[in-house]
Every structure is written in structure tokens, then in C-alpha cells.
């Protein structure tokens, strides 16, 4: 059974950084491409960032574009959100996501079959 814990949100101003940690057990890690997802009070869930199995492909939403990077450390079974530069339209519970199949990189939604309990993130104006 995948279990995934996300840490590091919080309160921060605009302008600010924060870095999201999701760590993930229950299945070979570094098989399965790792995601982020977002959704604020009254919204869908939308996707924020993905990365490969490897790590060595990424892909972003454009809201976070040049302002977010997602990463991994597959000997740590950890993925990573780095956030900066935040904006008051960041805030949200985050949430990490595990791909439901190895070794493919997924972009919807549905692509993903395991999730954290989510991290509130609030930014200040």
C-alpha cells in the first residue's frame, strides 16, 4: 500500500519561498513519476509540476512556470517542491501524487492512483 506524507507549507508573504517534501513508501520509488497538485477553497484540483521516474524530465503548469521546481531523490524516496517568488494565487492545499503506472509520465489527473493527505500553503499579500 503507497502511503505519501507531504511537510513544508505554511504561511509565507508574497515574494516569498517555501519547499514542499512529500515522502512516499510502499512501492520501487524511483519506477513511478511523482506529481503535484493544488486546490484552493471552491476549485478544482489542478496539476502543478510532474517529474519522470528518472528525474530527468519535468514539466510545469503555466501559472508556476519559472517560479516552481519539482525534484527527486530516489535514494531518499522523496519528491520536492521548491516555491518562490509565491503569489496571494498560490495558496492552497498541495498535494503529492504518485503515478498509477511505472515508468510512465503521466499528466491528468486520472493518471495518478495514490495521494497525500495534501499541505496547506497561504500566502500573504
Known amino acids: 500500500q503507497v502511503q505519501l506524507v507531504e511537510s513544508g507549507g505554511g504561511l509565507v508573504q508574497a515574494g516569498g519561498s517555501l519547499r514542499l517534501s512529500c515522502a512516499a513508501s510502499?512501492?520501487?520509488?524511483?519506477?513511478?513519476?511523482m506529481g503535484w497538485f493544488r486546490q484552493a477553497p471552491g476549485k478544482e484540483r489542478e496539476f502543478v509540476a510532474v517529474?519522470?521516474?528518472?528525474?530527468?524530465?519535468?514539466s510545469y503548469a503555466d501559472s508556476v512556470k519559472g517560479r516552481f521546481t519539482i525534484s527527486r531523490d530516489n535514494a531518499k524516496d522523496t519528491v520536492y517542491l521548491q516555491m518562490n517568488r509565491l503569489k496571494p494565487e498560490d495558496t492552497a492545499v498541495y498535494y503529492c501524487?504518485?503515478?498509477?503506472?511505472?515508468?510512465?509520465?503521466?499528466?491528468?489527473?486520472?493518471?495518478?492512483?495514490?495521494w497525500g493527505r495534501g499541505t496547506q500553503v497561504t500566502v500573504s499579500s
Open positions: 510502499g512501492r520501487t520509488f524511483s519506477s513511478y513519476a
Open positions: 517529474i519522470s521516474w528518472s528525474g530527468r524530465t519535468t
Open positions: 501524487a504518485q503515478e498509477g503506472t511505472p515508468n510512465k509520465l503521466g499528466y491528468n489527473i486520472n493518471d495518478f492512483d495514490s
